[in-house]
């Protein structure tokens, strides 16, 4: 609504980093609807042609050398600074707040994370040190990705089983297409210096709840069977996840099986204008992707 965007200037040139992944390809087309400049930061110029066909400037560069990053954030008036979650997280999230303090400061919009363990223990120390580096910045933290649920469409689809590590802990999960819709208002709004939101979905619910959200979307019984920490690893590894991000996430989902997620906030509705969308809603959206006809 035009109500979060009154004091955004038309002209102002968004930077996305991380353009190829995720969340940005909800975020950039999201901008880019609203009538927003987007600056596309991706490493490959070959994977370029479908930001531009949306729109976006596409720049070059690499946030793990830094290599290209003073070129692309030239004016830019505003980051929206997402990495991935590698050993590396750190040094690419540190590269893009010095090469922004050298050009002359943009503001940045943050994508963090809500959870335990080391992944998180280097955004919170990038947080601090963006906090004492004289940018004006913004801390979006999202928990865990309703997405993430797709991983286990494979073993939804062949035996109706979806196998994880999460015991009986409640999750206030997010749907991707949330946290973009937050992050496309704070970043083409005023008003958010300084803050950190934490997002979640409308309700903390278990893997139980999952299960039976999956079923009624796709009409079919799905049970979900809690798996040892150590079977999750042994999964993770084999998909090829480096063992460092691999333990990562382990404990994130071992914060939340202890009930680290159990929360709802109200951050989405609040700054989007819409409620945040329900597990019943993803599941029957990509009721496709679990098997349904």
Not at 93 to 104: L, P, Q
Not at 132 to 156: C, D, E
Not at 224 to 235: I, M, T
Not at 252 to 257: D, H
Request: include cysteine; glycine fraction near 14%.
């Amino acid at each position: 609504s035009t109500a979060h965007t009154v004091e955004y200037r038309e002209d102002m040139m968004i930077l996305v980093t991380g353009a190829t992944g995720n969340i940005a390809g909800y975020l950039i087309p999201t901008l880019r609807e609203g009538g927003h400049a987007v600056r596309a930061l991706i490493r490959d110029e070959s994977k370029g042609g479908p930001l531009r066909d949306l729109g976006a400037d596409v720049a070059i560069g690499d946030t793990e050398t830094g290599q290209g990053l003073g070129e692309a954030i030239t004016g830019v008036d505003t980051i929206c600074l997402i990495t991935g979650n590698g050993e590396t997280g750190s040094q690419q999230m540190r590269n893009v707040i010095k090469a922004a303090r050298d050009s002359g400061g943009p503001r940045i919009v943050k994508l963090s994370g809500y959870g335990v363990g080391r992944i998180m223990e280097q955004h919170e120390e990038v947080e601090e040190e963006l906090a004492a580096s004289g940018l004006r910045f913004t801390v979006v933290k999202p928990t865990f990705f309703m997405q993430n649920v797709m991983l286990a469409a494979g073993t939804i689809a062949s035996d109706g089983m979806m196998y994880m590590p999460f015991g009986d802990g409640r999750i206030g999960m997010i749907d991707i297409r949330d946290v973009a819709d937050v992050l496309s208002a704070v970043l083409t709004s005023e008003g958010h210096d300084g803050k950190s939101y934490v997002l979640t979905g409308p309700a903390a619910i278990s893997f139980h709840e999952v299960a039976a959200g999956i079923s009624n979307a796709i009409r079919q019984d799905v049970t979900y069977v809690d798996v040892p920490a150590e079977a999750a690893r042994e999964s993770i590894l084999g998909m090829g996840m480096p063992e460092w991000t691999t333990d990562g996430f382990i404990e994130v989902f071992q914060g939340f099986k202890d009930g680290y997620g159990d929360l709802t906030t109200p951050n989405v509705e609040q700054l989007t204008g819409h409620p945040a969308r329900s597990f019943e809603v993803f599941a029957s959206d990509f009721a496709g992707v679990f098997g349904a006809n």
